[in-house]
């Protein structure tokens, strides 16, 4: 049973979530169960600094279907979760995190939903338990300007949580960039997908792993994956640039004219004007030349050729067994 390919996977990433990881392989273990099919919860430990990788050892060795992949240091969230879909071998790969606000007891209505024959199926928040309403109010604006300004139509109110059908996590699998906005690729791929409504716990224990940095820089790369429209903004700060200036140097060349009293009364003689329109100019250009090099440095990335991630141990995999997701690209 054990070396039966299983039906599902189920792919989490863990960063120090000591208080929650047994928690979470139960729940998600007895919501699977009923279902009658096998299973395999994958655990990818992203360079965790509490007890969390001790407690993913000793999990698998009570329970086989239980399998770890650790991380040689912290990579990332996004990641994490493209190691465990490449180590996933079920049909339908689930992705949740391991914080238990996603409950595992939705995993089966998205089953359900697959089975039906959608290939994507995402779990849509209807409801935010303990979630600020600045979090809130950025994470729903941020949604509709990355459908407003790409051609992704990502879901509103969506995570990372989600159903993928095994054909989906190959398609992702040829997906080598490293700047990865997972839930933006799981759309971008196509095939048929639906959504499936529940409500967001609050996090029980722990501190959130988004922190408003890390969120800005999530943000920046979906924008950046997905969209040139920052880069046509520096082309539209040019002409609008050009334009002021050029206004503006029409009314000093007519008010000069015009002006008959002493020059040095006026408010268009001197330095003043000139100093203020070439601060503007510079800043516009240092706005430009940041926003290029946003794109230069992923593309540097890019052709750098480095891993995604660098694999330290696999726990419960045979000998013999080659990331599904990686045989894909050869």
């Known amino acids: 049973m054990i070396n039966k390919r299983p039906t599902f996977s189920v792919v989490a990433p863990v960063y120090n979530e000591e208080q929650l990881i047994e928690e979470f392989c139960q729940r998600t273990s007895a919501a699977l169960e009923p279902l009658g099919e096998p299973f395999e919860i994958v655990l990818v430990n992203d360079g ?112 990372d949580f989600r159903l993928m059908d095994r054909k989906v996590v190959d ?38 792993k988004y922190p408003l940095r890390k969120m800005l820089k999530f943000a920046l790369d979906g924008i950046t994956s997905f969209s040139y429209l920052p880069l046509q903004l520096a082309t539209y700060l040019g002409f609008i640039t050009a334009a002021i200036s050029m206004t503006f140097l029409i009314a000093v060349v007519i008010m000069r004219l015009l002006y008959t009293g002493n020059p040095t009364d006026s408010a268009f003689y001197g330095q003043a004007s000139t100093l203020a329109m070439v601060l503007f100019l510079g800043a516009v250009q240092l706005v430009s030349i940041g926003i290029i090099g946003e794109y230069v440095g992923r593309i540097y990335d890019e052709v750098k050729g480095r891993p995604l991630y660098i694999v330290s141990d696999a726990l ?15």
């Not at 799981?186 to 499936?196: D, E, L, M, N, T």
């Not at 045979?318 to 690209?329: A, C």
């Open 48 to 159: 965790s600094r509490d007890r969390s990788p001790e407690l993913m050892r000793e999990i698998n060795r009570r329970d086989p279907r239980v399998k770890v992949v650790y991380f040689s240091k912290n990579f990332g969230h996004q990641l994490a979760i493209t190691a465990g879909t490449d180590y996933a071998q079920g049909c339908a790969v689930v992705v949740i995190d391991s914080d238990l606000q996603d409950p595992p007891e939705v995993i089966p209505e998205l089953i359900a939903k697959w089975r039906e024959g959608y290939e994507v199926v995402y779990a849509v928040r209807a409801e935010r338990e303990g979630e600020t309403w600045f979090k809130t109010m950025t994470a729903a604006l941020f949604y509709r300007l990355i459908i407003k300004i790409t051609s992704v139509n990502i879901p509103v109110d969506t995570g």
């Open 171 to 208: 398609s992702l699998a040829r997906i080598r960039e490293h700047h990865r906005f997972m839930r933006g690729l799981s759309v971008w791929v196509g095939f048929k997908q639906a959504g499936v409504p529940y409500r967001r716990h609050a996090r029980k224990a722990g501190d959130t």
């Open 316 to 330: 419960g995999f045979d000998d013999e067994h080659k990331p599904y997701g990686l045989r894909t690209q050869e």
